[in-house]
């Protein structure tokens, strides 16, 4: 079992709709980001998270330490969301452990 | 200009041959890593260094050197390239364990 999964593998909306990614993970972390790539494109995070929930733009990230969950939400999804959406933690030492992320398309 | 690059971009080799892959990073941070990303495994740690002059393995580092004899440059080193190690691999930065994350463009790499 990953130490870091993610759900779902991949997901299809249409213009418009309110999405959520979840990620939970099974070991202690100091803290867990959430990663976008685009289709042949570079790797950017968008949120790194120790507590509590960060917001940005229409993208919201929400952390759980007790029940080692994270979720990322997306309001108003547009088709340029689309994208690998990947959850990474920050467990033991400088190792950090990823998620095999999740495909967004957003239709329009 | 400021930020982490990678170079080459895109690179073809033959099984065999060795292959250096750079890393170069302006920000002076202390963590750099070393990324491949293959369809079925997402991302996995090749080897990352805390500071320069230390090195330490991550989960896949057989067939691959690395060495960070200056803070900015990270260069990884495939001695004797094999087809298993076709791949797209991304260089990463952070100025402290468990920071913020700055990635490279990465390069595609084609071992035939």
């Known amino acids: 079992k990953n130490e870091v999964e993610q759900s779902p593998q991949n997901l299809t909306a249409q213009e418009g709709e309110f999405i959520t990614i979840n990620c939970s993970y099974s070991?202690?972390?100091?803290?867990l980001h959430w990663l976008q790539q685009h289709p042949g494109g570079g790797i950017v995070s968008l949120f790194m998270?120790?507590?509590g929930k960060k917001k940005h733009g229409r993208l919201i990230a929400t952390i759980n330490i007790q029940e080692k969950h994270s979720s990322l939400h997306i309001t108003a999804s547009h088709p340029r969301d689309s994208a690998v959406y990947i959850c990474?933690?920050?467990?033991?030492?400088?190792?950090?452990?990823f998620g095999e992320g999740t495909q967004l398309t957003v239709n329009p | 200009d400021a930020g982490i690059t990678q170079s080459p971009r895109y690179k073809i080799t033959e099984t065999g041959r060795q292959v250096t892959l750079m890393c170069h990073q302006t920000?002076?941070?202390?963590?750099m890593f070393w990324y491949r990303q293959d369809l079925g495994h997402g991302l996995r740690l090749i080897y990352y260094?805390?500071?320069?002059?230390?090195?330490d393995k991550g989960e896949v580092p057989d067939g691959y050197v690395v060495s960070r004899s200056k803070t900015e440059n990270f260069p990884l080193t495939l001695e004797s390239a094999t087809r298993s190690q076709t791949s797209v691999y991304f260089c990463?930065?952070?100025?402290?364990?468990?920071?913020?994350?700055?990635f490279g463009e990465g390069s595609r790499l084609t071992v035939l």
């Open positions: 990474a933690v920050w467990a033991s030492g400088s190792r950090l452990t």
């Open positions: 920000w002076s941070h202390s963590y």
């Open positions: 070991v202690g972390i100091s803290a």
């Open positions: 998270l120790s507590s």
């Open positions: 260094s805390a500071a320069a002059d230390i090195t």
């Open positions: 990463a930065s952070s100025d402290r364990a468990a920071g913020e994350l700055f």
